[in-house]
């Protein structure tokens, strides 16, 4: 399963790097941001430190005259960190604040620690054991204002800086969410269109066991999922990443120790992604699974809403579809559960672990201990910074479901590509003269179940050849067989000598035309679906094949003619309208090979005398294949070939099987007798209103 996980996440990393230019801008903008934003409490830091609290640094009597230089008792004083080098210092004095009060104390102190002002006006500083108390003048607002003044300059230009730092950070977090967003919809373009593309050189057998639901399913949710990992999840995790790595150096930069306590965070992460994944993807893959069985039924319903409504199937139907529906629900509710175990409460528990172990550093008086001193600044942004390295955390956590749900998402598209396919063939043949032979042909669907036996026949260029026998005999697979949509067990197929299986698929399709018993129509029009939007087939053409076909009487009626829209299977066209619609893009691509397996059987009698009169014209220099149940339509073929159980029972022209008395015979004259009853049935059926009224005028 680890390896299966790994060889995904790789797959998926190759389709990152195709739309790698935007990517990797994306990511460099994503650093600006991150390193902006995450250099703000350093900023704030410096503002504190250095601007607010740096009020009780040493101030230094002075002689200068400058920005820096603030006039108290009679005296110029200046910070000593503004102090030139070289320049003269007189006697030292600090600013402490005890309470919310500010006290100017004229001399050096020996040490920091806890202050408090006490009933005489002087100020006593206690740290430890030691007790120092100092004289000490209250401030007014307006002489503390004065020690601030000098600051406000520098103060200002940080809040600029800050403020600066935050409108970059948001450019950069626009400009990189806009280039993921754009290079993970080429990534889901790119990816969609390779599994469209793979399904086009799938075999035809791959599809008899899985429906089209479940397919479409793996090219729109489970894509759709993929994009999400590239959108969402990967920015997070590579945000939170930065992030964390951003905030762990700098309070390492801040402070090592308080650093080193706050790494505990990471192989509880660490293990924490690896147990959810584990668990998640479980859930993940049964209900992506059953998520593409809902996608089925409900196709398949569609499809068959005539079907289900006629046989009262809709409980059935319904029931069915509730089952994979509850399937579904309970395990988006285990997933529930989980993220709801494994989310925002235990990232506090984490964080109130973290504030403890603060709280426990400094309770221990490290504040006031030789060289462990932490300035009010380092405070401030070792709190900003530990509030916000959970924010990533939050953020890697929450996307965890995203992560497992396109795991498990991708893992299933990939499954669908590694599936074993033809490439499409662009290059050209010559149209072939269409003479077919089938030596020793032997095939079977499944192995060990020949559907066909040692088939030997030939067809010469312009014959017609007509396969029958009842349901199960053999007749459709040997199409399949002549389309390549399967390939034989034994024997060869050749057409004109070469060995098809010598030719590519598409290629030697070329020049073969099929009509089907149920044909299918694409949304469009009329005309399109002749041409099936083939350049090289002319407006012209399209109106002689239709033409050819005897479609006139038959589609004059439509308001638009050959451009009347047509929607999904041209269910607004009735069957004689598709068949010939069918019919005449067979003839449009001037096939030399044709087959029309029982494209007669559903359409009325006029219809098919039609179509049969046509036939009869562009059958010329053509070999034709006939699949047909009514013996009828097929009298004049060339050569007549009756299957049984998967062996050629009998061959011949029409005339010669009937004298031979055999299968064919007993068949043509069954159907010969049912014909003859369905007459007389009719003709007793038009009768019988006419007698019942002669009896009334007899009774009365």
Not at 47 to 76: C, F, M, N
Not at 634 to 655: M, S, T
Request: glycine share 8%; hydrophobic share 40%; net charge neutral.
């Amino acid at each position: 399963m680890a390896g299966s996980k790994s060889a995904t996440i790789k797959r998926l990393i190759k389709y990152a790097l195709k739309g790698r230019t935007q990517l990797i801008v994306a990511l460099l903008m994503l650093l600006v941001s991150v390193g902006t934003e995450l250099a703000g409490p350093l900023v704030a830091k410096q503002l504190i430190d250095v601007h607010i609290s740096g009020i009780e640094r040493p101030w230094y009597a002075t002689q200068a005259d400058d920005q820096y230089t603030v006039a108290y008792g009679g005296e110029k004083r200046k910070r000593g960190d503004h102090f030139e080098e070289g320049e003269a210092r007189g006697p030292e004095a600090r600013i402490f604040q005890v309470g919310s009060d500010y006290y100017f104390i004229p001399s050096a102190v020996a040490f920091d620690g806890s202050r408090e002002l006490l009933s005489d006006g002087r100020v006593q500083i206690t740290k430890g054991q030691e007790t120092a108390a100092y004289e000490a003048q209250r401030l007014s607002k307006a002489q503390l204002y004065q020690f601030f003044k000098p600051e406000l300059a520098g103060l200002i230009k940080l809040c600029w800086y800050y403020f600066a730092l935050i409108l970059l950070s948001a450019v950069f977090a626009y400009g990189q969410r806009y280039f993921l967003q754009a290079s993970s919809n080429r990534i889901i373009r790119t990816m969609r269109r390779d599994v469209f593309g793979h399904i086009n050189k799938l075999p035809v057998k791959y599809f008899d066991n899985l429906p089209a639901g479940k397919i479409v399913s793996r090219i729109t949710n489970d894509t759709e999922a993929i994009r999400e990992l590239y959108v969402t999840v990967l920015a997070n995790f590579f945000t939170g990443t930065i992030y964390m790595l951003g905030i762990f150096g700098a309070l390492f930069v801040l402070n090592v120790k308080l650093a080193a306590i706050c790494l505990f965070i990471v192989p509880i992460l660490v293990v924490w992604v690896i147990v959810y994944g584990k668990i998640a993807q479980k859930y993940n893959r049964v209900i992506r699974t059953t998520l593409s069985e809902i996608n089925g039924r409900i196709n398949e319903s569609i499809q068959g809403m005539g079907i289900i409504r006629a046989f009262r199937k809709e409980k059935k139907m319904e029931q069915e579809f509730e089952a994979f529906n509850e399937e579904n629900l309970r395990y988006k509710q285990k997933m529930l559960s989980l993220n709801s175990l494994t989310g925002h409460n235990l990232v506090n528990v984490i964080r109130n672990a973290a504030y403890v172990a603060l709280i426990y550093y400094f309770a221990g008086g490290t504040l006031t201990t030789p060289g462990g001193f932490v300035t009010l600044g380092v405070l401030y942004a070792f709190v900003d910074y530990l509030n916000r390295l959970f924010q990533p955390i939050v953020n890697i956590v929450n996307q965890l479901p995203n992560l497992e749900t396109a795991l498990v998402s991708a893992e299933r598209v990939f499954v669908l590509l590694d599936e074993e396919g033809v490439d499409v063939a662009d290059e050209h043949m010559p149209r072939y003269q269409g003479n077919v032979k089938f030596d020793n042909v032997t095939f079977a669907y499944k192995e060990g179940e020949n559907v066909l036996k040692n088939i030997n026949f030939e067809a010469k260029q312009g014959q017609t050849v007509a396969l029958i026998g009842h349901t199960g005999s053999g007749k459709s697979s040997i199409i399949n067989l002549l389309f390549r949509f399967y390939d034989v067990d034994q024997g060869r197929i050749t057409i004109d000598g070469a060995d098809i299986r010598q030719m590519p698929k598409q290629t030697m399709r070329e020049h073969m035309g099929i009509v089907l018993q149920d044909p299918f129509l694409f949304t469009g029009t009329i005309a399109s679906n002749v041409s099936m939007n083939d350049p090289r087939i002319t407006r012209e053409r399209i109106e002689q094949a239709l033409k050819d076909v005897g479609s006139e009487q038959v589609l004059k009626n439509l308001p638009s003619g050959i451009d009347e829209p047509v929607i999904e299977k041209g269910t607004t066209l009735s069957a004689g309208q598709r068949q010939l619609i069918s019919f005449a893009r067979a003839l449009a691509f001037d096939p030399a090979i044709l087959i029309l397996d029982e494209a007669t059987s559903n359409i009325d009698t006029e219809t098919e005398a039609l179509i049969q009169s046509a036939l009869e014209v562009v059958k010329k220099g053509r070999t034709t294949f006939v699949i047909a149940h009514r013996l009828s339509t097929i009298k004049n073929a060339d050569l007549i070939l009756v299957l049984d159980r998967g062996e050629i029972v009998e061959r011949g022209n029409h005339e010669t099987l009937m004298a031979r008395g055999g299968k064919y015979y007993q068949m043509y004259q069954l159907q010969q007798g049912e014909s003859a009853a369905e007459k007389e049935q009719a003709t007793q059926a038009n009768q019988q209103p006419a007698a019942s009224a002669g009896q009334s005028v007899y009774s009365v």
